[in-house]
């Protein structure tokens, strides 16, 4: 064995379980309530300690530990609750209102009054740029025009920016640039469609991009949280278009420290 401690934790919304494998390669199972401020600041780092037979708040030894994987419901909470964080949606021009209208699938074919869901976008910009489906640009995208829009955002607060083009799952040259900018200008969270769902359909791709970037700060804080008590570095198991660590209700892994001219537009990956 390798002399250390493994674990796997799985973070629900009431009671979070650990399981620690020890040096010896026995199992130790641990279940914790997953809010308890006056006992702990987090029940799997709580869990740790308690399977390592650490005094609450102790440091956890360096080189204890091999691996912890972790599955969580903090995206899931979030969701359900509307927890997640400001975001700005930059989207084609024309398309402002796509995401809202959607499919137009009515569960009630009868119902007199259709409440549509709540969009998680906080507030949504329309971008001058347009390419086809067969890679002519229609309109050139003006960096500096949509700049100033940007600061603003920055400045009244909004942090994670959801960018949405059309065609741009096969032609993505418009949303590269647009995501320079924001990172630039400061957002931390910049989700990009081409890169976190590239599919055909604008809707699909839109929705999937606006709750990477209403999600994935809050994961990333919460897994840097574990991994700062346990003096250890996240690593990510998928490539999201930050690199955050974790993503969607998922498993994470922590290690240890030791003009309008038609012009073809080239094809992008994705």
């Not at 974790?246 to 537009?265: D, F």
Request: hydrophobic share 40%; net charge negative; glycine share 10%.
């Amino acid at each position: 064995m390798s002399g250390k401690w493994d674990f796997w934790v799985d973070r629900g919304g009431t009671f979070t379980d650990v399981i620690g494998r020890d040096p010896q390669g026995n199992l130790h199972p641990r279940k914790l309530l997953s809010e308890n401020p006056e006992a702990y600041r987090d029940a799997a780092i709580q869990g740790v300690r308690d399977l390592l037979g650490l005094a609450p708040g102790a440091a956890i030894p360096v080189g204890a530990i091999g691996d912890i994987r972790m599955g969580t419901t903090v995206a899931t909470n979030a969701l359900l609750e509307r927890k997640g964080d400001r975001v700005l949606l930059l989207i084609t021009k024309g398309f402002r209102d796509a995401l809202r209208i959607a499919y137009q699938a009515r569960p009630d074919i009868f119902a007199k009054e259709i409440i549509l869901p709540e969009q998680l976008y906080e507030r949504v910009v329309e971008v001058d740029e347009r390419v086809r489906v067969d890679g002519c640009v229609e309109r050139l995208l003006d960096i500096a025009e949509i700049k100033p829009i940007l600061m603003q955002a920055k400045a009244d607060g909004i942090d994670a920016v959801a960018i949405v083009f059309m065609h741009a799952w096969k032609y993505p040259e418009h949303e590269r640039a647009v995501a320079a900018v924001c990172r630039k200008c400061g957002f931390t969270q910049v989700s990009v469609s081409h890169e976190v769902s590239p599919l055909v359909k604008l809707v699909g791709r839109g929705d999937t991009t606006v709750v990477d970037a209403y999600l994935s700060p809050i994961l990333s804080r919460y897994v840097s949280q574990v991994a700062e008590e346990l003096g250890a570095i996240p690593s990510p198991l998928w490539g999201g278009s930050d690199g955050e660590a974790v993503r969607g209700g998922g498993e994470s892994q922590i290690h240890p420290h030791p003009g309008t001219a038609c012009r073809p537009s080239p094809q992008g990956g994705g």
